[in-house]
């Protein structure tokens, strides 16, 4: 299973991929989803990280809205 990490504007940093389950099973929508917001989070570091070096550099960096995604709060029970 495999998915992109798209950072701001549409930038596409790579592909996040998982190839075996520890359990040695199949990967399911729950899966799918756990994967989609790591890549989310892998994102918004690597935005942050071109800013901050940008910054180093002397260039201007426009500050963006920061907008929550409830997709990164999961709350399980165990």
């Not at 930038?11 to 040695?24: E, I, R, T």
């Amino acid at each position: 299973m495999a998915v992109p990490i798209v950072g701001e504007d549409g930038l596409n940093y790579g592909l996040l991929q998982a190839s075996d389950k520890a359990d040695g099973g199949e990967f399911d929508a729950d899966d799918e989803r756990r994967l989609i917001c790591l890549a989310s989070a892998a994102a918004v570091g690597l935005d942050a990280l071109r800013k901050v070096r940008a910054l180093r550099l002397g260039e201007d960096v426009p500050a963006a809205p920061i907008e929550v995604d409830a997709a990164f709060v999961v709350i399980e029970s165990a």
